[in-house]
């Protein structure tokens, strides 16, 4: 089955700088890669997603890249802001059924 | 309105009891899942529906039995509760299985004492 590995597990930054998380995953077949935000105590919603036919995709400060040979894909905010903090997923698909498989996500704090 | 609800949102209960978790989705979606995210925040999948046919079963418990009585309904019943059973159980929906966005519900927060 698919493992998808994700790093940091906390990063702090400051307001206004950039910040990245990384995920790996190890089926070939992977083709779609979503990645989910988590605030404290409510539900994990979308952010944005890519598919295996492009290698970036942007909405506004929020990018994700994708390098299929190395099997990685990463989350990219800029300008961050205190409203970014919360724990961030990302996932591909794995198994028979194609299920997504999530990453042990990551605690993004931005300090004012 | 809310896409995809689930009751109740906090439960808690005894050890050895049995407990129910209710999900409804309006979304129209085929494909529902549960998900248990324990104290450090992991996300497991244990369960995915599709059509009302089960399709996922992860290494759970049998103690735990989801009954899909329809495409927009996924309960997940829980017997003999354990204290390792204490988490935030996640219901979510999405059309299809692999390259659709879930939805997920607000979550149960469930603690066993």
């Known amino acids: 089955g698919e493992n998808v590995e994700q790093h940091p597990s906390t990063l702090s930054v400051q307001e206004g700088d950039s910040a990245v998380i990384k995920c790996t995953y190890s089926?070939?077949?992977?083709?779609?890669f979503p990645w989910y935000k988590q605030e404290l105590g409510k539900r994990p919603q979308l952010i944005i997603d890519i598919r295996s036919n492009v290698g970036e995709k942007k909405d506004q400060r929020i990018a994700v890249t994708l390098n299929k040979t190395a099997k990685h894909f990463s989350l990219h905010i800029t300008e961050t802001q205190p409203e970014d903090s919360a724990v961030y997923f990302c996932a591909a698909p794995s198994g028979s059924a194609r299920q997504l498989t999530f990453g042990s996500g990551t605690q993004l704090t931005v300090l004012p | 309105d809310t896409a995809v609800s689930q009751t109740p949102k906090y439960l808690v209960t005894q050890m050895g009891n049995d407990k129910s978790i209710k999900c409804e989705q309006n979304?129209?979606?085929?494909?529902m899942y549960w998900y248990k995210q324990d104290s450090k925040k992991f996300l497991k999948i244990m369960f995915s529906y599709n059509n009302k046919e089960l399709i996922i079963n992860e290494t759970v418990p049998n103690r735990f039995s989801p009954k899909s009585p329809d495409k927009a309904h996924l309960n997940l019943h829980i017997n003999s509760l354990e204290l390792g059973d204490s988490a935030v159980y996640f219901c979510a929906s999405s059309n299809g299985l692999s390259r659709n966005i879930q939805y997920f519900g607000a979550g149960t927060r469930l603690s066993v004492l």
């Open positions: 979304l129209g979606h085929d494909t």
């Open positions: 089926d070939s077949a992977s083709n779609y």
